[in-house]
């Protein structure tokens, strides 16, 4: 079974530009959930999408957002890239919200300079 | 809310050793409680999975502990090895299928 996936691996924006990242969950995952890993801080929750909508955010600003798929794959977007929103920013899926648990996709690696 | 707690924050041991990680959270209406490693800058990895209605989960040399009612779970390590060592998540599912994650037990083991 395939696991979580993640494009790109890396990405380098300038400040001020926008960033797109792909996530395509396990197969029968319904849901994908979206998090940031700044450098030595630990994960903050960014977005929950289950069935193409938004079931929940964390605290970020609007310029990032997000959207799901009929297929269940995710685009999360950054607008106006700040310095700060460098980070690796990860990716899991579940099978809804019946509590077996996440999975995590290998994350893409995001540098603003 | 809901708020998960790992203590060590970080753990060096020599080979071979057994090690027990804790993880505490402070809302006991869970449904599920999971534990992941982490390789440096690489995504999670999920090693156990323990519904609220468990007690325990076994996978290898890993075990991992639930006690919901007093918020606390272990993750057992036994004879551990330098492939061991990363960074050790726990997390916590609420009801309302909202994830709180510790910030993590950093391992190493000495060879």
């Known amino acids: 079974e395939a696991g979580v996936t993640q494009s790109p691996t890396h990405l380098i924006k300038t400040r001020g530009q926008q960033a797109t990242l792909r996530c395509s969950p396990i197969s029968g995952h319904t849901s994908v959930y979206w998090y940031q890993q700044a450098l030595g801080l630990g994960l903050q929750f960014l977005l929950w999408?289950?069935?193409?909508?938004?079931?929940n955010r964390g605290n970020f600003p609007p310029r990032f957002s997000g959207r799901q798929f009929p297929n269940y794959s995710s685009e999360l977007n950054v607008n106006a890239l700040e310095l700060e929103d460098s980070a690796l920013y990860l990716c899991?899926?579940?099978?809804?919200?019946?509590?077996?648990?996440?999975?995590f996709g290998p994350g893409t690696r995001l540098t603003v300079t | 809310k809901q708020e998960v707690t790992q203590i060590p924050a970080a753990l060096s041991v020599p080979e071979g050793e057994n090690l027990v990680l804790n993880c505490s959270f402070t809302?006991?209406?869970?449904?599920?409680l999971q534990w992941f490693r982490q390789d440096p800058g690489k995504g999670l990895t999920s090693l156990l999975l323990?519904?609220?209605?468990?007690r325990e989960q076994t996978s290898g040399r890993l075990n991992a502990s639930l006690d919901k009612s007093s918020g606390r779970s272990t993750l057992y390590i036994a004879a551990s090895q330098p492939g061991d060592s990363a960074t050790y998540l726990c997390?916590?599912?609420?009801?309302?299928?909202?994830?709180?994650f510790g910030t993590g037990t950093s391992l190493t083991v000495i060879p």
């Open positions: 323990i519904q609220s209605s468990q």
């Open positions: 809302d006991s209406a869970i449904y599920n």
């Open positions: 999408y289950d069935e193409g909508e938004e079931r």
């Open positions: 899991a899926s579940s099978f809804g919200t019946s509590g077996r648990g996440q999975y």
């Open positions: 997390a916590v599912t609420n009801t309302g299928n909202q994830f709180y």
